[in-house]
C-alpha cells in the first residue's frame, strides 16, 4: 500500500506564490509517475502537472510558464512551485502517483487566490 502526505496548501493573493508538497510511503517500487491534480468547485477534477521517474514533465496549458513540477526520489517527494497565482487557480489540489497511471492519492489540500 502507499501513502501520501499532502502540505503547502493556503491563502495568497493573486500575484503570489505557493509551493506544494507530497511525501508518499510504503510500496515505493510502484512509484514512476508523480502528479497534480485540482478540482474547482462545481469543475471536473484536471491534471495539472505530471513527472515521471526519469524526470520528464507535463503540464496543463492553464498552468505553463507559471507552475514548475520537480520531484525528490531520495525523498519519496513531489513539489509544485506555484508562482503567478491566479484567483481561477483556487481549488484543492490533490497529489497522485502510480507506476503507469495514477493509482494513488492524496487527501488534499486547500489553495485558494484571493485579495
Known amino acids: 500500500q502507499v501513502q501520501l502526505v499532502e502540505s503547502g496548501g493556503g491563502l495568497v493573493q493573486p500575484g503570489g506564490s505557493l509551493r506544494l508538497s507530497c511525501v508518499h510511503s510504503?510500496?515505493?517500487?510502484?512509484?514512476?509517475?508523480m502528479g497534480w491534480y485540482r478540482q474547482a468547485p462545481g469543475k471536473q477534477r484536471e491534471l495539472v502537472a505530471g513527472?515521471?521517474?526519469?524526470?520528464?514533465?507535463n503540464y496543463a496549458d492553464s498552468v505553463k510558464g507559471r507552475f514548475t513540477i520537480s520531484r525528490d526520489n531520495a525523498k519519496n517527494t513531489v513539489y509544485l512551485q506555484m508562482n503567478s497565482l491566479k484567483p481561477e487557480d483556487t481549488a484543492v489540489y490533490y497529489c497522485?502517483?502510480?507506476?503507469?497511471?495514477?493509482?494513488?492519492w492524496g487527501q488534499g489540500t486547500q489553495v485558494t487566490v484571493s485579495s
Open positions: 510504503g510500496s515505493i517500487f510502484r512509484i514512476n509517475v
Open positions: 497522485a502517483v502510480g507506476l503507469i497511471k495514477y493509482d494513488y
Open positions: 513527472i515521471t521517474r526519469g524526470g520528464s514533465t
